[in-house]
């Protein structure tokens, strides 16, 4: 069964900017290969394939001599990953691709040979090397995919793809159904009675939020030093209420997790003494990660 575990990595100062040589060469594989498939498909209506383009790269490189800075597999996996997007856009799942820019979140995959030395050090292949980390989970099972990130806030994390062996569990709803209301006084209100409480992650950070943005707005040169620190302190605000709710969906489903099902019509203790009780469903998990994304 597949796991992720995300953990956050601590870079040197020489490891920052080889990272940001590699998010911006991935970046410009990615641009470059997406460019060249849909002018060929409006030229020819003819499509390109993810390996055909894959072939580009040491063309690219003998052209551009920087794209060398990059560890080659990422910018393969780059390809590859624009391949499967494409994929996705003609099963209907997704939009069609989009270029990649230099603000934002920045990414870089490593596909293989990504070693945990330890709980405070992972070691990345290329020129990048041993990074320091905190892997607060214990690493079960195979690493298969590794993708380094850097958030707008400046921190950068590693998600690792692990393959424990073991079968996936079969989904069931043991024949329960639940329904589920939004409200603006509760989070959510289901149907067997259950009620969760919103975060109001917006609102308490509303006004540190609206300063940030203000000082950032009456920057008129956005290139200076100063306009880059309002607008990392805005991004940190931004981050500072995406942990909040995430924290809120950790902390629902961990609640879910613990209570175990009960076959009785009777209410538990928890109940009689009124605490409310989360619904034991697991598809509760998947709607609460959509639904909060948009709270």
């Known amino acids: 069964m597949l796991k992720a575990v995300k953990v956050r ?35 020819t209506g003819k499509g390109v394939t993810a390996m055909t383009m894959k072939k580009s790269i040491p063309v690219w490189k003998a052209e551009f001599e920087w794209l060398s800075e990059c560890y080659s597999q990422c910018l393969q996996q780059s390809v590859l990953n624009l391949g499967v997007a494409f994929g996705n856009f003609f099963d209907g799942r997704s939009l069609y691709p989009t270029f990649k820019k230099r603000q934002g979140k920045q990414s870089i995959q490593y596909p293989q040979n990504v070693k945990i030395l330890s709980d405070r050090e992972i070691k990345f292949p290329g020129k990048l090397g041993v990074v320091k980390a905190i892997v607060h989970r214990d690493i079960e099972g195979k690493v298969k995919t590794v993708t380094l990130s850097k958030n707008p806030d400046g921190r950068y994390f590693a998600s690792m793809l692990l393959d424990d062996g073991t079968e996936s569990p079969e989904s069931s709803s043991d024949g329960n159904i639940i329904g589920i209301d939004l409200g603006l006084t509760d989070f959510a209100v289901t149907s067997n009675g259950s009620k969760y409480q919103h975060p109001k992650a917006t609102q308490k950070h509303e006004k540190n939020l609206a300063r940030k943005q203000k000082k950032l707005a009456r920057k008129k040169d956005k290139t200076t030093n100063k306009s880059r620190k309002a607008k990392l302190a805005v991004a940190k605000v931004h981050s500072k209420i995406k942990r909040v709710r995430e924290d809120f969906l950790a902390r629902t489903i961990a609640q879910d997790s613990r209570r175990k099902p009960s076959h009785s019509s009777r209410k538990s203790g928890s109940e009689k003494h009124g605490k409310k009780s989360l619904p034991s469903q697991g598809n509760i998990r998947c709607w609460l990660g959509n639904v909060l994304h948009y709270a």
């Open 9 to 43: 990595i601590y870079p040197t100062v020489a490891q920052q900017v080889h990272l940001a040589q590699a998010f911006g060469c991935v970046r410009w594989v990615w641009n470059q290969s997406l460019a060249t498939m849909t002018a060929t498909y409006q030229e």
